[in-house]
């Protein structure tokens, strides 16, 4: 059980000099650090020529850190192989949609499916472990480094093969593959799986249900490779933690799958500071990592303590921003907030992104938050483990994603993203935490389930919606939602599928919305709200009409429908409503409380409750440039001034307060 909260950052002494290592081991005590991501891309160190290994110097490191007391993440370093291994085994570079191979220079430059790579990873990891597998300061394992990172896909030949043998497990016939993709469609017929190819380029459209079995089949074979390292660390040392790290909504993998395989979550943050949405945005991302595994702890595995270097224009965090996004992850529960990376690099690509120690080195005002930081987090403890408090959940799936933005749609400008963060604001804004739930887990413990655009889904996780509602649950589910099965088939009759149980009106058709035209909506008592981008053309139902579309050709259509079913409720929206519209929505399921809550004292203040036996932690962070008032309950203590607090609290620009109270509901 860790006890303090984790901080540190990857740490790459390989590019230093032997006399540095010895100032950054002493720095890193001053800055409170407890914890440093070793060997990420230390292939070419390791092994610098095929089957030549040279591990003195990690072994002086692993020493040093261990002796300094801070703990080691020994990363695998499979995300960059060396150059030699692509000189002499070129086929174990990946290989694009046009045919054209990558070549080594960079990082990322593997073909998972290359025998060659599997090969010659597996050695490197079960050399890593024989050689410092026994050494007391590693604390966790970190395979790999971004599943998936820069080339989710690869095209080439192994993966062909590959692909054929995984699709024959799954379909059996070949008659049963046609039947799934609908090959009657533009004469795709397969007469063989032979014939049958990555979607590498084509004039035009690929085949839908080809491209969703692709992404199924690349996370299953990034996720055989993960499974292949971890077998070699685990049967050397079962007792330590094993991780990768993710990058939150990371379309390409299914991180549900990767997460259950886990013993500690961690996510890489790079939200950027100077968008408006950015805080809302982390903040989703945290709820979605945090409930990827309901049952293991989840850190920050790399957050930047200022700037990146790969976005057009890198902003600056502002003084005291960075502090601040770092309590955000911790009020959601994360047990650990790293940074990418230590000590900044003098030569390379990533020269230029910020580290905890920067070029400047102690001088550099960003090591004076790195120290205060640490200093906090050192003093806080880890809140008695308190869980964080959701009582509502997103339902969410990759299957889902993939499917929903595949192209050729009514409108393709639909995306994943946008239908999260357009459902998650107003809960957000409400200080409603979320947890993320796939389709077809447990939500009984939720009051409110939201469904945004589930597009794809199956006979099971609609049954499981449905049952969850029957049972007493109240869900919101958006448009587009039940259009087609899981090999991309549509569900006939009005739109719904396995869902339309919850969707209390007929959706006969969809109506994209020109850009930027409004519809008004009207509600039962007279007032009025909007919508845009979309409506559904439905006819009425059984379902209770909230809302009518009011303007426009579709006037007098459902926009709002109120379904109830055994002991619940179902609210469907069947056009993307305005804020003001959604928050009605919101505020008659319970998702938020119907009052104002107290943090509309202006935007940008987020809060979050964890809770433990015993205990409740109240977070509240201002990320706004401006001091904000608010109202909270009596009787806390708040830990980072330590003082008494309660009722009426100023919090300042970029300000946190953790609010400790007795709490005997959990006791
Ligand atoms: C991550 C990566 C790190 C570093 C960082 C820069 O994607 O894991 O190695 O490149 O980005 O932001």
Redesign the pocket.
């Known amino acids: 059980m860790i006890e303090q909260v984790r901080y540190g950052g ?1 740490y790459n002494p390989e590019q230093w000099p032997r006399a540095v290592w010895d100032e950054d081991v002493r720095l890193m005590v001053e800055a409170g650090v407890n914890l440093v991501t070793v060997g ?1 891309f230390s292939w070419a160190q390791l092994e610098p020529a095929e089957r030549v290994y040279s591990f003195g110097w990690l072994h002086e490191l692993l020493d040093l850190l261990g002796q300094a007391g801070i703990g080691v993440d020994l990363a695998t370093p499979t995300a960059s192989p060396p150059p030699w291994l692509s000189v002499r085994y070129p086929e174990a570079l990946p290989v694009d949609a046009r045919g054209a191979r990558y070549s080594h220079g960079s990082r990322q430059h593997f073909c998972v499916c290359s025998a060659t790579y599997r090969t010659r990873a597996r050695r490197i990891v079960e050399r890593l472990v024989s050689e410092v597998g026994e050494h007391q300061a590693i604390e966790m394992w970190h395979i790999h ?2 599943y998936g ?1 820069h080339v989710p896909y690869c095209y080439c030949d192994n993966h062909a093969q590959a692909f054929r043998a995984w699709l024959q497990r799954r379909y059996g016939s070949v008659e049963a593959l046609n039947e799934a993709w609908g090959t009657a469609f533009w004469s795709q017929r397969y007469g063989d799986f032979a014939e049958v190819l990555p979607p590498r380029l084509t004039p035009t459209f690929l085949n839908p249900g080809h491209e969703l079995d692709y992404a199924r089949f690349s996370n299953d074979a990034f996720l055989e490779e993960f499974l292949e390292e971890r077998r070699v660390l685990r049967s050397a040392r079962p007792d330590l933690p094993v991780t990768t ?1 993710f ?1 939150g909504f990371y379309k390409p993998l299914d991180y549900f799958a990767w997460a259950s395989e886990l013993d500690v979550v961690s996510t ?1 943050n ?1 939200s950027d500071p100077a968008d408006p949405d950015g805080t809302m945005l982390s903040a989703m991302h945290y709820d979605l990592v945090r409930s990827l595994n309901k049952n293991v702890p989840w850190m920050v595995m ?1 957050q ?1 303590t200022s700037r ?1 270097n ?1 976005r057009r224009h890198n902003s600056a965090k502002v003084p005291g921003q960075m502090r601040a996004l770092s309590y955000q992850a911790v009020a959601r529960g994360a047990t650990g907030v790293l940074f ?1 990376q230590w000590r900044a690099s003098r030569a390379g690509a ?1 020269k230029y ?1 910020s580290a905890m120690l920067p070029h400047s080195g102690v001088a550099s005002p960003v090591w004076a938050e790195v120290t205060g930081l640490g200093g906090e987090l050192a003093r806080l403890g880890t809140f008695d483990g308190a869980g964080v408090e959701a009582r509502v959940a997103m339902v969410f799936s990759w299957a889902n994603w993939w499917a929903l933005e595949a192209p050729a749609k009514p409108a393709n400008d639909l995306t994943m993203a946008d239908q999260l963060s357009w459902m998650y604001r107003p809960l957000y804004e409400a200080g409603a935490t979320v947890d993320f739930c796939r389709p077809d887990e447990p939500l009984g413990r939720y009051e409110v389930v939201v469904v945004p655009s589930l597009y794809l889904v199956t006979a099971k996780e609609g049954a499981n919606l449905v049952s969850y509602v029957e049972r007493g649950g109240t869900a919101v589910v958006s448009f587009w939602s039940g259009i087609v099965d899981e090999r991309d088939v549509v569900h006939l009759g009005p739109y719904g599928g396995p869902l339309r149980p919850l969707i209390g009106c007929e959706v006969l058709d969809v109506a994209p919305l020109p850009d930027g035209e409004e519809l008004e909506v009207e509600w039962e008592d007279g007032t009025r709200t909007a919508a845009g981008f979309w409506t559904d053309v439905a006819d009425e139902g059984d379902g209770h009409v909230l809302a009518r579309i009011a303007s426009g050709p579709w006037a007098g259509r459902p926009a709002v429908v109120e379904a109830r079913r055994g002991e619940g409720r179902a609210y469907y929206v069947a056009a993307r409503l305005d804020p003001a519209g959604l928050e009605r929505v919101y505020g008659r399921s319970g998702a938020v409380p119907a009052e104002p809550s107290v943090l509309r004292s202006g935007p940008g203040v987020e809060r979050v409750m964890r809770a433990s036996a015993g205990q409740s932690y109240e977070f509240l962070i201002n990320h706004s440039a401006e001091e904000r008032v608010l109202e909270i309950a009596p009787g806390g203590f708040e830990l980072l001034g330590g003082t008494q607090i309660g009722g009426r609290v100023t919090l300042p620009p970029l300000g946190v307060a953790i609010v400790r109270r007795e709490d005997d509901r959990g006791a």
Do not use: A, P, R, S
């Open positions: 990857d990420v480094n971004e990172c790290n990058m890489d790079y790399e930047t990146v790969w990418f990533e992104h």
